[in-house]
């Protein structure tokens, strides 16, 4: 909850004011039945026009007053409410900036797209309710009990008795369901993924007809969410007729004891009437408490799951340093380096050991799943070697300020992403302070410029989300150039050219090889034409470096190289 006062406490004034005004409220609602009793008591049976009409003049005005302070106490109460659940979403996106790729895995994006969304969204309602209802729902109880009292202290008994058993129902109730609402959010956490992997899918799940499939998959899913919501609503609903019967048998005494005492002549019908009112107030007012504290329960439940995040730290410790070795030839040393995505996982990479000097191009070739991406993931540092040690620059990439290291890398991923906005805006993802002659430099040597030209609007052409207005070809040339913007040392191309032509590749390649200055390159392909003329070609398989060397040299002394080159040589051919 920590987390939580940490935002709720920048609105002090808010969340005092906000339960003042329910109370002010609350108290002409309990003035009503006294003014009624008093209309009923000497206004009627008298015929006195003049009580009646100023009876009813000050029930409208309560009304009045009564309307009144409950809008402006809503207001405060949505927004401390609102700031609050904002402050919070601010936080969580910012902390899951921080946490590196292993510990993203190990959580999933579909329980940190519930929690962002779901689970603040509870928070914000519970918060919202329990500023306006905490102290009206008692205040009202209570005090109208003490009203009870003020008009019959034997009959007043009967409130007691009922509110001691309410409370019991409210809070019992509430201890049930607390726990199966958290079922209920991890529930909705599975349904979250299986649409995130059929929205992301839907091409391939059309492709190969498993349309069905995935649909059972989904309603088994959310069958289990059906369940638990299911369970914990029928809990949850004995609630209110649990109360209702209490008020109620609370209401057939007040009446069978107060019709006594009216015909002994110690009440008058009046009292009678406010009496019942009030119990009747108390019932209304515990309905509310229930939906309160049913509404706190999942508010609860979702601040614990949305704090499981905030306490998670990253696994990776940076030392703060903020610049590397300039005076080292060496970009890049991988010394024994080893990688486990998970501790009882195999490994993804073994023993792989290589050297590359600045300036230099690197070739990284295997067939799938033999681990060229988990090996230049380890450059920017996006995981850690569970094994062995990555240099950078000539120092180890653990010393690296975080800052620093992303500006000397940039990385190209397979998956081309671009943000809603412009070509200049994400273009200037790479370096924000780069100025149009920059843009259209590294748009020329990703061989985007010629199709920037075309559209109407240039660099300010509109990218919808995830370039989808946008070809695969274009996509991945965007996102290399956005990658040349930033003027990093080491440039990675993660099989990025793949929706390139072989013309455009080749173009690709050659204005890379032009560059000023000692850009080093790592190309990771699946095509021997891409890396073939590469100063050293890497050879992955099984997550083993099986061979490093020229492309002359590893033809004739690795068989996986080969075999990779033979196969898509003979292809070349017969097409």
């Given at each position: 909850m920590r987390y939580l006062l940490e935002y709720f406490k920048k609105y002090k004034l808010e969340s005092i004011l906000a339960p003042l005004f329910k109370m002010l409220e609350a108290t002409f609602d309990l003035l009503v039945p006294i003014v009624v009793a008093h209309v009923i008591d000497h206004g009627i049976p008298d015929g006195n026009t003049r009580i009646i009409v100023i009876d009813f003049i000050l029930l409208l005005a309560m009304a009045l007053l009564g309307l009144g302070c409950s809008?402006?106490?809503?207001?405060?109460?949505?927004k401390a409410a609102i700031g609050t659940a904002t402050g919070l979403r601010h936080q969580l996106l910012a902390h899951i900036g921080t946490l590196d790729f292993s510990t993203m895995d190990a959580i999933g994006t579909s329980t940190l797209v519930t929690r962002m969304t779901s689970d603040i969204n509870q928070v914000q309602n519970g918060l919202n309710m329990f500023l306006r209802l905490f102290l009206r729902s008692p205040f009202i109880v209570f005090g109208a009990m003490i009203m009870a009292f003020t008009i019959d202290s034997r009959l007043a008994l009967i409130f007691v008795v009922a509110i001691v058993v309410l409370f019991a129902i409210v809070f019992g109730i509430m201890a049930i369901t607390s726990p199966m609402y958290k079922r209920v959010q991890r529930n909705l956490d599975g349904v979250t993924g299986q649409?995130?992997?059929?929205?992301?899918?839907?091409?391939?799940?059309?492709?190969?007809?498993?349309?069905?499939?995935q649909q059972r998959q989904f309603s088994e899913i959310n069958g289990r969410l059906l369940f638990s919501q299911l369970k914990v609503g029928r809990v949850a609903a004995l609630m209110n007729p649990f109360t209702y019967v209490v008020v109620n048998m609370?209401?057939?005494?007040?009446l069978w004891m107060g019709s006594r005492r009216v015909d002994g002549g110690v009440l008058l019908s009046g009292d009678i009437v406010a009496l019942v009112n009030y119990i009747s107030q108390i019932l209304v007012e515990l309905v509310k408490l229930a939906?309160?504290?049913?509404?706190?329960?999942?508010?609860?439940?979702?601040?614990?799951?949305?704090?499981q995040v905030l306490d998670t730290r990253s696994a990776m410790e940076f030392s703060g340093n903020t610049s590397?070795?300039?005076?080292?030839?060496?970009?890049?040393?991988?010394?024994?380096?080893?990688?486990?995505?998970?501790?009882?996982?195999?490994?993804?990479?073994?023993?792989?050991?290589?050297?590359?000097?600045?300036?230099?191009?690197?070739?990284?070739?295997?067939?799938?799943?033999?681990?060229k991406s988990s090996l230049v993931n380890l450059i920017p540092r996006f995981y850690d070697a569970?094994?062995?040690?990555?240099?950078?620059?000539?120092?180890?990439?653990?010393?690296?300020?975080?800052?620093?290291?992303?500006?000397?890398?940039?990385v190209v991923p397979q998956k081309a992403q671009l943000f809603t906005g412009t070509i200049r805006s994400n273009l200037l993802w790479g370096d924000e302070s780069a100025d149009d002659e920059r843009l259209w430099s590294a748009l020329e040597t990703a061989q985007a410029a010629d199709f920037v030209r075309q559209k109407p609007e240039g660099l300010d052409e509109p990218v919808s989300q995830g370039g989808r207005n946008l070809s695969g070809g274009q996509k991945q040339r965007l996102t290399i150039a956005r990658a040349l913007v930033s003027h990093a040392k080491i440039l990675i191309l993660d099989d990025s050219s793949s929706a390139l032509d072989y013309a455009t590749d080749a173009a690709l390649r050659r204005a890379l090889k032009e560059l000023p200055g000692d850009l080093t390159v790592f190309i990771v392909s699946q095509r021997t034409s891409?890396?073939?003329?590469?100063?050293?070609?890497?050879?992955?398989?099984?997550?083993?470096?099986?061979?490093?060397?020229?492309?002359?040299?590893?033809?004739?002394?690795?068989?996986?190289?080969?075999?990779?080159y033979d196969s898509q040589f003979k292809k070349e051919v017969s097409a």
């Open positions: 809008f402006t106490a809503q207001y405060f109460a949505a649409t995130l992997e059929n929205l992301n899918g839907v091409r391939v799940i059309r492709a190969f007809g498993r349309e069905g499939d609370g209401i057939i005494a007040i939906n309160l504290v049913v509404l706190l329960g999942r508010a609860i439940a979702s601040m614990g799951r949305v704090g590397g070795d300039d005076s080292s030839s060496e970009a890049v040393r991988f010394d024994h380096v080893g990688l486990r995505y998970s501790s009882s996982g195999d490994e993804a990479l073994s023993d792989i050991s290589f050297r590359v000097e600045r300036g230099q191009t690197i070739g990284v070739i295997g067939g799938t799943g033999s681990g569970t094994s062995g040690r990555v240099y950078l620059m000539g120092r180890p990439i653990g010393e690296w300020d975080p800052a620093a290291l992303r500006d000397n890398v940039a891409s890396i073939q003329h590469a100063d050293m070609i890497l050879v992955l398989d099984d997550g083993k470096l099986v061979g490093a060397g020229g492309h002359q040299e590893l033809l004739e002394t690795c068989p996986v190289y080969k075999e990779i």
